[in-house]
């Protein structure tokens, strides 16, 4: 959530633009057809219309990989970095500027491979950002490598005969570092429960990590096949505090009431798997946000010059 | 920038209170102790007096590798080298005429590294002559067989005795002793030195201070019985007001008075400390200091913040500037603004941590995988140090691009006084306009002639882009044919010849034409400008060049190249030397500066290159001079 | 090593079964697409079919920027240009002199990119011409009406009409069908056109490959009664067993025959393929591949299989270059024998990561911070790729060393028929003889003249030692002290020098003496023997010279340059040019090699170099070599 | 745990060397007076003598810092790396040469910090190797920075009025990634405590993680100092399967029964924090071992040769 106009350098004047959709539209977004990544595009697209964004007051940061090209797609400020280091970039900018709403958009080789150190520290940092990683469970973009998610026994250019390992999960390894402070799951083809997923993060004031299951029609047609056919094998987490959605529970027949803030559970459900659960696994607003704790005084160039002054006194000979 | 070396005049001699005073236009003193026990403590704040004083200073620590080496060995030799002068000081000089040291094993590190004149004076602890323990006995006795080969004055002090009399444990004592009786063999002003360990023990209880100040008294009064010789080396009370820090100080406080507001860094050795100095003042300035989980993190963040509009700058050493490389490569191809800090030390890999080398030159210039034009300078002093942080964030913005700073260890904990800089407000960067641009601006509006561009800062309505470090045309688009990467590629080395074109020719210092020229950069420049005036005084037909700019390297370098026989340069890195195995002039591997030199003017510039970890002495300087003009024409 | 250019021979022109057919030395075919319509199948095919009947040739993928771009655009062009001849074929020509094009839109891209000939022949689907969407039908008028400025002799041909008659999809036939059409217009051997299909099919069922010769024999008979023009390009059927396949493989393939054992990487275009390739089979030859958590852990998972007795390699570009940067410094530091090969893309930054680019090469050399010597060699031909990798391991080996190989995207996906390797056992690294050493055998027993030493691996009794990236002495305990340091930087470059000692001066294609020498590096130097051999056909006085060591470089190359009045480097990398605003001698930004070659030469080594994302062309190099003697005297 | 001579490139015969403690001591380590890595290099050298590893078949491996000095005081082999790489070399050194005994060492700068990516990945790779995190709270080589693992509040030379967050808790962290199958933790202070957890850690077949509390009196002299002198403070985990010395339960007077296989237990009790707990609070043996999936044949150069051939055959002209 940002605090648009008028705090740190802001227009101080009420602003009477409307935006809708079409709005917040790039160029032609150019993944492949069937790409779960468009669905994501568009869930984004109607946070922004709904939340009424401020194109100018809103930057998308990226690394390297079909999804980081998503930055380009939306008309607003955007920052396409490279492989791994989106967290980096997003982190600088929203300490230089609080008063942007910042998103990072990042793939699972981006996050969870090269970038798995910035990940678990922007967990810990906290800072307001909405955090969104787009998991076809493969890199996509260099054609078909192994990522860390990927199914164990599920075969790749670099692991012809199936991934070796179990897959990593995300929701799993972030609830184990200190001070994460909201973490949740959704699928790119349940476009309403991604709403509100979506909107629930960028409600949230802190980091807020929101694994987005994506198909990759082209590398990995069949991993989410299933779960995105029969919706018998997905259950949905819900709570007042939560994502709630009493149209989709018509459609899905599983629904399990889960206190977002209640991290021990939350880590339990993440643990076990006969079911792809959708929701908020964990929510608490109260932890510490480092962008918070360092915020510091604005100073005209003449204050920075006598206080700077004061300073140079101490070395005068 | 240019100094002048302390003028060799001949020694005076007077009397004084019964005591000899030698009058010296110079001097150079180090006290050595054990780590902990505060050696440069005390030789910092002799430094500091003498400045204030009005003598011309140059400070060096003496860092051991270890945090708290075992005491009484070599290699946990911890300490400071002083030299003073009536005029400026601009290097460490060659060897230490006097020094103390608080055991016989400290004192042996510095004489086995040659750093002690022939007939230095020495005054050493005697506690260990008599200790306990047999082992230490033993070593007290090998170590001065060992000093013996030299033609050291050696005056036993009854350091840790004296102390015991005023406190319990001596290493916390020592250190004053030695202050009180360098005060009185250098005639400091008391009241002065009084003053400094005042402002030191500012925090703690006024006992400690008075605690001090009794053992300060108690060094100055068993000097004055003991010894016989004291050095007055004139001072000159500065013109204008004067300050004294060291690089690393001088680069932090740069960085405020430039107007970067953000440092994000992660800690290394010899760089940390400019963020120790900023963690405790920049927020109050509305800076940050932003300890980030690696040093890729840490340019990322940088350039996040110089991307959402200010200019943000990074600080570190050779493996983290490693770690950046792929960094700078999407600074240099967005064209964010960003200042690259790189306080050099020992290499290759993790090498000598906090020793100094001039290394990184040619990996700081072409280390990017891709075409990376980017600026690169030096500082050459503590001052430099100062102001170079100014000019770096003015070129950075002014021209969108990667400014690196390549200073060293020995800048970075080096002491000298210089004249206090006058602030000005408009060396601070202008907070962003967030005004909305026109429709159809372009984030990368190229001017075709220079390549420059204005920056869109997010919050500028109407200015919305996505920067991307893949080949992209001026509305940051990626484009991938040949024309616009061909086009924009030209338009990012542009800029460097614009720059290239408001430089200066770099000044000469010395003769105009000559046999030799000998070309620097950096923190060598004190050590090699006193050189080339001792072998002018010589009658050496000799002048010294040091360049601030390295990429782009300032104008003319090959007209001044001409007018003189030989072209060298001097510099902290490695170069094969033509009498060695197998080494020839086709495959011999030169110093940085000198690759750069010769492809850029195609004059045989030769090189003379040590990895010491240590700075350049002068007097090796003026061998090496020697040898070049005496090895006659063939050049 | 050296290429022979097919002759310029005049045409022939003879008559079969009612065609005109037209004896070629050579000629230039492009197949282009959309993405997944199969251009790069049906044109690999034609190729391979080519080289087995005894034609040189040379295959060069025309890559799209994204997996799936959207259907009939420019910019998502997918194809391949195939270059066949009589002769050897070491590069991918000047134009197109015939296009098979599914689309009006893709033919654009090539069109627009001035890559076919004026007097191309060109076969167009023309479906889109009867389109149901009107918006294709426009464009399609649109885009003949924008061919139209050339004198193409464009034929319409029912691709996707003729398709369905045989297939649902005509997205999953065309290119079988287009690939019945030039076989039938270059007198290719159907046989083997159809074994190359029954292969490339063999884990499909039957009825797939059935119906894929139905599409072929459709394309030929199409051909036959529509198409008035035939290509005879005789083939000699080569006197050696011949291999066809792309760089990557090949290096792939010379990685298994050196005996490398591990190849640790992390997925990077264009280098990735070489890890493709190596995991279907590696393991089979007790080899494996290791895709590493990011570019920093590939090299130091690398490293450590290297330290425990493996010689490991890792394979990457640029940006993952860049980020290895910490590590190399750490391997030459600890003298640990290291494989990196860098297959380089389009830079900065992310720049063109499917493009050909040589921009890493002062990277490789210079780009880690303190003194870093390294060996640095590069391929220039498929062939090179193979044994270029025997060479490197040995080297790493024999040296302690790190060896870097640089590719390029050309090198990587080009196919060029060459000599079948006759396997040496004697290519495989020893495996590590894991027997006790003698009390005090030092880890680093250098040899004072050379600096080489054994390797102690984990394993051997006695040998117990600590490697370090801190400065060190033999037995690889840290030292500080200045002539360590000193010395041990000596013996570490002293390697290169020796290794330089052995090598042969590089062997100069053409004159002895001459006006003009052009010199290069890599994958250009196909392109660049054929334009000099052109020119000298023209009566130009021109040489060209390939260089395979960079680091160090091969000796005599001063002695070389003498001979020749002028001498220019041509490099895919990006230099200034000197008619550009601001642009002059001094501050002129010049090509990589050139850099090296004035440094080490003091010669005025003047460059061409293009940055077009694309191999040079033969017919653009000798425009330059025309250029640059007509300019006269002056250098 | 190796598998000693005679495997893969071993002697065959039956080795008739016994190794003391001495034997494995290489030159005087250089850490300050006190300093708690003296206490686990001692610990070390007890475990390399109990279990008479072979000096020569034993490979210490570390980054850069107090603590990484630590393989050059050990008499066996050693890697010390480059600062956060320690996992990447040792991995290597595993990969090529399974019958090498491989121990880690690591600064919680060095893991938690700029290693964070490998230490994730090297959880879940689950290697077989001893990990060892001397965790000082503090980066010690470098004169007082910050590190992850920072209490909250603790002033540093980079945070002078305090450590922004609150602290990653290494443990928490680690449980968190899919695959880990061992993690203790154990304090310098206790030797006897320190030994046994070596011992378990040793004899796990996978990554065994072992984060030692580890003093810092130049640094952090505050931070441990209360737990170490009040066993009060200090809560030992027991069971048949984990740690259990029933000597130091007259010193601890409290002891929680965990069973170590039970991951949801270990994340609970990581989490709560009223008590510093030592011992094993996960291990599990039958987690997937990355390099016993890629275990590959040995092949002569003359089976090299034919294999090879036969793929060149694939590209015959
Ligand atoms: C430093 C670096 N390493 C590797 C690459 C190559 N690369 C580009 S994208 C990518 C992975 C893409 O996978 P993922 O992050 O899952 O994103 P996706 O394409 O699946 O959306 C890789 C390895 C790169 N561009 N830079
Ligand atoms: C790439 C790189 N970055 C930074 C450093 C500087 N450095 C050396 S040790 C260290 C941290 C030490 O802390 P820790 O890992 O906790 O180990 P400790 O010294 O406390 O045992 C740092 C930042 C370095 N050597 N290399
Ligand atoms: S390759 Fe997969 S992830 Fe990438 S754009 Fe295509 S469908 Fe999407
Ligand atoms: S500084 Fe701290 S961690 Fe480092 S050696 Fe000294 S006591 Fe140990
Ligand atoms: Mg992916
Ligand atoms: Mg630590």
């Known amino acids: 959530m940002s605090e648009n106009c008028g705090t740190l350098m802001g227009c101080g004047v009420e602003d009477e633009r409307s935006f809708s959709m079409d709005d917040y539209s790039g160029p032609l977004a150019r993944w492949c057809p069937g790409c779960g990544d468009h669905a994501v595009l568009a869930g984004v697209q109607r946070l922004l219309a709904k939340e009424q964004l401020k194109p100018e007051r809103t930057v998308f ?135 509100q997923t979506l909107e629930a993060a960028h409600a949230h004031p802190g980091f807020a990590f929101v694994r987005i299951l ?70 608490d607003p109260g932890h510490a946000r480092y962008e918070e704790l360092r915020a510091v005084p604005k100073r005209t160039a003449e204050e920075k010059i006598a206080l700077l002054n004061a300073e140079i006194d101490r070395y005068a000979v | 920038m240019s100094s002048t070396p302390p003028e060799q005049a001949a020694p005076t001699l007077s009397q004084e209170a019964g005591h000899s005073v030698l009058t010296l236009p110079e001097h150079i003193l180090e006290v050595l102790s054990d780590s902990g026990e505060g050696a440069q403590k005390c030789g910092q704040s002799f430094g500091a007096v003498s400045a204030k004083m009005g003598n011309g200073a140059w400070t060096v620590e003496i860092i051991p590798a270890e945090i708290q080496p075992p005491p009484r060995t070599p290699d946990g030799a911890s300490g400071v080298r002083i030299r003073i002068g009536t005029q400026k000081i601009t290097n460490w000089g060659n060897r230490t005429k006097l020094a103390i040291a608080f055991n016989d094993q400290v004192l042996l590190s510095r004489h086995r590294l040659n750093a002690l004149a022939d007939d230095a004076i020495i005054l050493l602890d005697q506690a260990p002559e008599n200790h306990d323990n047999p082992q230490v006995r033993q070593e007290w006795i090998e170590a001065l067989e060992e000093l013996s ?32 009786m360098l005060s009185w063999v250098y ?6 030195v009084k003053e400094q360990i005042a402002h030191q023990f500012r925090h703690k209880a006024k006992a400690v201070y008075e605690r001090n100040v009794r053992l300060l008294e ?28 060291n690089g690393n100080t001088a680069l932090g406080l740069g960085a405020m008075a430039a107007g970067l507001e953000m440092c994000s860094m992660y800690p290394i050795t010899p760089a940390t400390s400019v963020s120790h100095f900023l963690s405790e003042s920049f927020d109050r300035l509305g800076g940050m200091v932003h300890q980030a989980e690696d040093e890729i993190a840490a340019i990322g963040v940088a350039l996040g913040a110089s991307f959402a ?53 040619l990996a700081a210039v072409f280390g990017q995988p891709g075409d990376c034009p980017k600026v690169v300078l030096a500082p050459s002093t503590i001052e430099e140090c100062f102001h170079c942080m100014i000019t770096a964030r003015r070129i950075a913005e002014t021209f969108r691009c990667v400014v690196m700073v390549m200073s060293d260890a020995n800048l970075a904990t080096g002491q000298q006084p210089f004249k206090r800089p006058t602030l000005d407000p408009r060396w601070q960067s202008v907070q962003p306009d967030l005004s909305e641009v026109p429709v159809g601006t372009e984030p990368l509006q190229w001017d075709p002639e220079t390549g420059l561009s204005p920056r869109l800062i997010p ?88 360049l601030t700019f390295l990429s782009p390297l300032q104008p003319g370098l090959g007209e001044i190249f001409e007018n003189y026989k030989k072209v060298m340069t ?61 090895a006659g024409g063939q050049s």
Request: a negative charge; hydrophobic letters at 35%.
């Open chain 1, 61 to 195: 940061v990226s690394g390297i990989g079909c999804s980081s090209r998503f930055p380009h797609y939306v008309d607003t400020y955007g920052f396409h970095g490279i492989h791994g280091r989106a967290l980096p970039i997003a982190t600088g900018i929203k300490l230089a500027r609080p008063d942007l709403d910042v998103f990072a958009v990042m793939g699972d080789g981006d996050c969870c491979s090269i970038g798995a150190g910035h990940w678990i520290h922007a967990i810990r940092y906290n800072i307001n950002m909405t955090v969104l990683l787009l998991d076809n469970n493969i890199y996509g973009l260099t054609k078909k490598q192994t990522s860390p998610t990927t199914p164990q026994g599920f075969a790749s250019n670099t692991q012809p005969r199936g991934s070796f390992l179990p897959a990593l999960d995300p929701i799993q390894t972030t609830l184990g570092v200190t001070n994460a402070s909201f973490v949740a799951q959704t699928a790119d083809w349940v476009p309403s429960h991604l709403a």
């Open chain 1, 214 to 283: 994506q198909r990759c029609p082209v590398f990995t047609p069949t991993i989410f096949e299933e779960a995105a056919m029969n919706t018998d094998l997905t259950e949905l987490l819900e709570h007042e505090n939560g994502v709630t959605d009493e149209a989709l529970k018509g459609v899905y027949p599983h629904t399990l009431y889960h206190d977002p803030t209640d991290i021990q559970e939350a880590r339990r459900l993440a643990e076990s798997s006969s079911k792809v659960r959708l929701g908020v696994f964990y929510a």
């Open chain 2, 149 to 180: 080969s030299r033609n050291y004055r050696l005056i036993k002090v009854p350091l840790e005795e004296e102390c015991l009399k005023i406190v319990d444990n001596p290493r916390q004592g020592k250190n004053m002793f030695a202050l009180g």
């Open chain 2, 187 to 192: 005639l400091r002003d008391l009241e002065r």
């Open chain 2, 218 to 245: 108690a060094g100055v009064s068993w000097a004055e019985q003991n010894l016989d010789f004291r050095f007055d080396i004139p001072t000159t009370t500065p013109d204008e007001d004067m300050v004294v820090m």
């Open chain 2, 309 to 361: 509009g200010k200019v943000a700058f990074t600080v570190t050493s050779g493996p983290g500037l490693a770690l950046k490389t792929e960094f700078i490569g999407l600074a240099v191809m967005t064209e964010t603004p960003l200042v690259i800090v790189d306080v050099q030390r020992g290499g290759p890999s993790t090498g000598l941590p906090t020793k100094v080398e001039q290394s990184d030159l």
């Open chain 2, 459 to 546: 919050g500028q309505p109407g200015g919305m882009f996505t920067a991307t470090g893949l080949a992209h045309n001026e509305g940051s688009h990626i484009r991938s044919d040949p024309e616009n990467n061909q086009r924009t590629m030209e338009l990012r080395s542009r800029k460097l010849a614009v720059l290239q074109s408001t430089l200066k020719p770099p000044v000469v210092v010395g003769p105009e034409h000559a046999d030799l020229l000998v070309v620097g950069w950096g923190s060598t420049r004190g050590a090699i400008e006193e050189a080339i005036e001792k072998g002018q005084q010589e009658g050496l037909s000799v002048a010294a060049l040091n």
């Open chain 2, 570 to 630: 001097v510099e902290i890195n490695y170069s094969d030397e033509l009498d060695q195995p197998y080494i020839n002039a086709e495959n011999r591997r030169r110093g940085q500066l000198a690759w750069l030199l010769r492809a850029t003017t195609l004059v045989d510039v030769d090189c003379w290159t040590r990895v010491f970890g240590q700075p350049l002495c002068p007097g090796d300087i003026l061998d090496v001079i020697r040898g070049k003009l005496a």
